[in-house]
């Protein structure tokens, strides 16, 4: 099956700089990658995603970089916030049933 | 329209006795899953209902059993509780096109002790 590996488990950065999480993926079949934000002791929220057939999205602040030849894919946050502070994962959907197979998340950190 | 609901929120249970986790929507979806939340180890998928009628294991199904109620419920049960069973719980829906969205419940918290 799948397996989603994300980089780094926890990253610190300073309140307007930029943030840069990481996945690979195993299976070459996969075709959608949605990344999530998840505050602590609330569920998971969906924050952007992207499909096979697309390698770059953004959406303000947050875009999403896909390499199918490497079977990476990226999430970067810009001038980052303290809300941004949060647990975010990746993850890639293989196949039917819409089986997500997810990352084990990072924690990121913005200090003031 | 509440979305996605989970029930209950919180609970200890003793080892081996039995409970059932509820899961509804009202989003008209037609999928629906029940995920893990463990530290360090991301969202794990337990079980998994592509359409109303039909349920398949995902990555860690071992001492769980679901039902598929109807298109709204899906629930969650533990026959008999064990340590490594204590978890946080997610339900969750989309629609059945591959690519839509997955929508969370907002979790329910598990000790067995």
């Known amino acids: 099956g799948e397996n989603v590996e994300q980089h780094p488990s926890t990253l610190s950065v300073q309140e307007g700089d930029s943030a840069v999480i990481k996945c690979t993926y195993s299976?070459?079949?996969?075709?959608?990658f949605p990344w999530y934000k998840q505050e602590l002791g609330k569920r998971p929220q969906l924050i952007i995603d992207?499909?096979?057939?697309?390698g770059e999205k953004k959406d303000q602040r947050i875009a999403v970089t896909l390499n199918k030849t490497a079977k990476h894919f990226s999430l970067h946050i810009t001038e980052t916030q303290p809300e941004d502070s949060a647990v975010y994962f990746c993850?890639?959907?293989?196949?039917?049933?819409?089986?997500?197979?997810f990352g084990t998340g990072t924690q990121l950190k913005v200090e003031l | 329209n509440a979305g996605v609901t989970q029930t209950p929120k919180f609970q200890v249970l003793k080892t081996g006795q039995s409970m059932t986790l509820q899961c509804a929507q009202d989003?008209?979806?037609?999928?629906m899953y029940w995920y893990r939340q463990d530290p360090g180890m991301g969202l794990r998928l337990i079980y998994y209902?592509?359409?109303?009628?039909?349920?398949d294991k995902g990555e860690v199904p071992n001492g769980y059993n679901v039902s598929r109620l109807n298109k709204r419920e899906f629930s969650l049960r533990l026959e008999s509780a064990a340590p490594s069973q204590t978890s946080v719980y997610f339900c969750?829906?989309?629609?059945?096109?591959?690519?839509?969205?997955?929508?969370f419940g907002e979790g329910s918290w598990l000790t067995v002790v």
């Open positions: 993850a890639a959907q293989t196949g039917g049933g819409n089986k997500l197979t």
């Open positions: 299976d070459s079949a996969s075709n959608y």
């Open positions: 992207i499909r096979s057939n697309v």
């Open positions: 989003m008209n979806h037609n999928s």
């Open positions: 209902s592509a359409s109303e009628g039909t349920t």
């Open positions: 969750a829906t989309t629609q059945d096109t591959s690519g839509n969205t997955i929508y």
